[in-house]
């Protein structure tokens, strides 16, 4: 069983370049998260998802976008990349209804600077 | 707004020794808390939670957490730490919702352990 699996692990952008965090998820999980940690920080919501077609801001969306047209994947785009969004991104994934027990299952993150 | 407070960014330990991590959170309603653990280079672990009833959770690998009211504080204790221990932790509380789980955290303690 995979559960939460990010790609890329390490990324270097060019300021203004954009890019693609890819997460998908094997468990079925209707819920899904784009979190980033800072130093010092902890994890920041980015953006969130309660099923396929469903997203929603959170706290730090700004610079950001995401779809969900599956229930496995839930990609995190970055437009037009700046030095404030290097950072380290984690998906993480749980399920809805009574299989709900509060936990959140994260994938290994991805480390992107922004040069 | 929610938030969480955790006021030691770095504590060191001796191993075998007792460690306690200090969590305050901020809540208006009757709040759910967690504390995770993430070692170098992975994504976070559940280690607790606390949702209702006895105050004093038990934890995996040896941790245990103590929710006080009265203080507005989820303390995470270990009584003997083990050089495996060393890792970030991180104490969290949730909004949980109609809208899905959505995870504050705090910004994290370091913990390293000495031989």
């Excluded at chain 1, 939460?4 to 270097?12: A, G, L, N, S």
């Excluded at chain 1, 920041?44 to 976008?65: H, M």
């Excluded at chain 2, 992975?42 to 280690?47: A, N, V």
Aim: include cysteine.
């Amino acid at each position: 069983n995979a559960g939460v699996t990010q790609t890329p692990k390490f990324r270097i952008l060019k300021i203004g370049q954009s890019m693609t965090l890819q997460c998908t998820q094997d468990m079925n999980h209707n819920y899904m998260y784009w979190y980033r940690q800072d130093p010092g920080m902890g994890l920041k919501l980015i953006y969130y998802s309660v099923g396929a077609g469903i997203t929603d801001k959170g706290e730090v969306p700004n610079g950001y976008n995401v779809s969900r047209s599956t229930t496995e994947d839930f990609p995190l785009r970055l437009e037009l990349a700046a030095p404030s969004q290097t950072s380290v991104y984690f998906c993480a994934s749980t399920p809805q209804g009574e299989a709900n027990t509060g936990e959140l299952f994260f994938g290994e993150g991805s480390r992107l600077t922004v040069l | 707004a929610q938030s969480v407070t955790q006021p030691d960014i770095h504590i060191t330990v001796s191993e075998g020794a007792s460690l306690e991590l200090r969590c305050n959170y901020s809540y208006g309603a009757t709040p759910y808390l967690f504390w995770y653990v993430q070692s170098p280079g992975q994504g976070l672990q559940l280690l607790l939670k606390y949702f209702s009833g006895d105050t004093l959770v038990q934890g995996i690998k040896g941790f245990e957490a103590e929710f006080k009211r009265s203080q507005s504080s989820f303390n995470l204790r270990k009584p003997s730490v083990h050089w495996s221990d060393a890792a970030e932790y991180f104490c969290a509380v949730d909004s949980w919702g109609a809208a899905g789980n959505k995870l504050t955290f705090g910004g994290g303690t370091r913990v390293l352990v000495k031989p």
